[in-house]
């Protein structure tokens, strides 16, 4: 749960060693998740840090980017195989149909 609080949420501001959070899932903000992740940031940044979590609508999130990257990142392989000269002539001359669930990312 501590790792979803993390990735799940949109940085609302950071005055200093005081960070608010935000998450669209209440279940997220329970007190002890939110300990969790505070003794976390205060191990990573080497300091004791003052943590709080609202509940509501988010915008930006870690797992946000993380998806828009993954998706990017597909339509652009899927591009790529639907540009290949090769692929394009199987499609003319032979009706090959490509389906786009096989089509993976090469990372």
Same mark, same amino acid.
Request: glycine content about 6%; overall charge neutral.
């Given at each position: 749960m501590t790792r979803? +609080?993390?990735v799940g949420s949109e +940085?609302? !501001?950071a005055d $200093?060693?005081?960070?608010? +959070?935000?998450?669209a899932v209440k279940a997220l903000a329970e007190p002890g998740t939110v300990e969790r992740l505070r003794?976390?940031?205060? =191990?990573?940044l080497g300091r004791q840090v003052r +943590?709080?979590?609202d509940v509501g609508e988010t915008g930006d999130t870690a797992a946000a980017r993380a998806e828009? =990257?993954?998706s990017d990142k597909q339509k652009r392989?899927?591009?790529s195989i639907y540009n290949d000269p090769f692929v394009q002539q199987l499609i003319e001359n032979f $009706?090959?149909?490509?389906?786009? !669930?096989?089509i993976k990312p090469a990372d």
């Amino acid at each position: 749960m501590t790792r979803e +609080l993390a990735v799940g949420s949109e +940085l609302i !501001s950071a005055d $200093g060693d005081v960070f608010r +959070l935000r998450v669209a899932v209440k279940a997220l903000a329970e007190p002890g998740t939110v300990e969790r992740l505070r003794a976390a940031l205060a =191990t990573a940044l080497g300091r004791q840090v003052r +943590l709080s979590v609202d509940v509501g609508e988010t915008g930006d999130t870690a797992a946000a980017r993380a998806e828009r =990257t993954r998706s990017d990142k597909q339509k652009r392989a899927e591009q790529s195989i639907y540009n290949d000269p090769f692929v394009q002539q199987l499609i003319e001359n032979f $009706g090959a149909v490509v389906d786009p !669930s096989s089509i993976k990312p090469a990372d």
